[in-house]
């Protein structure tokens, strides 16, 4: 049987849930993914926490009026504060505090100007993390920009298997590719390495600059499925390596949709007036790119029995390894390979 999504239940990963610089010094921000209601704040020595969003007492959002005092959050109803860990440190109208009373608070991280949570279904920590990039890096590429943020109807499964498809790359994005092969997969516990060759298009960002077809490389590491980094290698006719950084991050806000944000950075390669033009054509070539899937991902559904065929590029490999996120296993697919 055909169906929508193949798990209907969220993966336990690490996932984006907001910018760094979205979430001011004392900010709080209300949130909902995986189908529940959260608040993120950040406290007043900067560091960003998350508490599952009502209040014990009688209900309120902490996320709509909560206030920050040191560690603790000032619910906006009655001003019961939380501490970070989820407990209750003061009623202020009385003496007692409640016992055995506790809000959920969730593990986080702030990476690469990411906001991160670790979200497990049932509130296992982390047992991973997801490392920053290195510092070095900042000394030869610009810094990290979001591309933009968009909500798609898709499912995270949808999603990935579309960054691992080779296939659909010289067909869904003409302007940018004219062929694609793979170098390769390595899956190592929570990361899963994809390696390919590609062939650019003319209209494309660095062909449209130098007047060539360049040839490029891209190596993607995923972080569990809710983060992948990208570099980009593409070497033009001109001698000129050009590089850029892709970070992707797909959240799953219930189960019909997904919050994706892309960021990206590009080597300096060339002076700066020309390095402004390089930034604004690659940030359109990511953004053009992305949504160039929106309508395919958006209406797809996963096939209990799918063809793969070879050059479709290493998709099952991609379920197996994203099926160890799940706490609950459906059957896996029945793939029929074809050669
Ligand atoms: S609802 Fe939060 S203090 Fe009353
Ligand atoms: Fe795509």
Not at 135 to 140: A, V
Not at 322 to 337: D, G, H, K, R
Request: hydrophobic content about 35%.
């Amino acid at each position: 049987m055909n169906q929508r999504h193949l798990y209907s239940t969220f993966p336990n990963s690490w996932f984006g849930v907001a910018s760094s610089e979205d979430l001011l010094p004392r900010g709080v921000i209300p949130l909902h993914y995986f189908g529940k209601d959260f608040v993120l704040f950040r406290d007043e020595e900067g560091i960003p926490h998350i508490l599952d969003a009502h209040c014990p007492h009688l209900g309120a959002h902490l996320g709509y009026g909560g206030r920050i005092e040191g560690e603790t959050i000032r619910c906006p109803y009655h001003g019961w504060l939380w501490n970070v860990d989820g407990q209750c440190v003061k009623v202020p109208y009385a003496s007692k505090l409640p016992s055995k009373v506790q809000i959920q608070s969730w593990p986080v991280r702030e990476v690469n100007g990411l906001i991160l949570m670790y979200y497990h279904a049932q509130g296992e920590p982390p047992h991973w993390e997801i490392p920053d990039l290195p510092e070095s890096i900042w000394e030869t590429w610009t810094p990290l920009r979001l591309v933009h943020r968009w909500k798609v109807r898709t499912n995270i499964l949808h999603y990935l298997e579309n960054s691992v498809d080779l296939a659909h790359l010289s067909n869904v994005h003409t302007q940018t590719f004219k062929a694609a092969k793979t170098d390769g997969v390595e899956m190592n516990g929570s990361i899963f390495i994809n390696r390919m060759s590609q062939k650019y298009n003319l209209s494309s960002l660095a062909a449209g600059m130098f007047m060539s077809d360049p040839d490029g490389s891209v190596t993607t590491t995923y972080y569990g499925p809710g983060y992948d980094v990208s570099f980009y290698s593409i070497q033009t006719k001109m001698n000129l390596n050009l590089g850029l950084l892709t970070i992707f991050t797909g959240t799953p806000i219930d189960e019909e949709y997904l919050d994706i944000h892309i960021f990206f950075s590009v080597k300096k390669v060339l002076p700066q007036p020309f390095m402004q033009v390089l930034i604004a054509m690659a940030r359109q070539d990511v953004a053009r790119t992305f949504e160039q899937d929106i309508p395919i991902l958006e209406h797809k559904v996963s096939l209990s029995h799918p063809l793969i065929y070879e050059g479709d590029g290493p998709l099952q490999q991609c379920w197996r390894w994203v099926s160890q996120f799940y706490s609950e296993q459906p059957a896996l697919t029945n793939a029929t390979v074809q050669q």
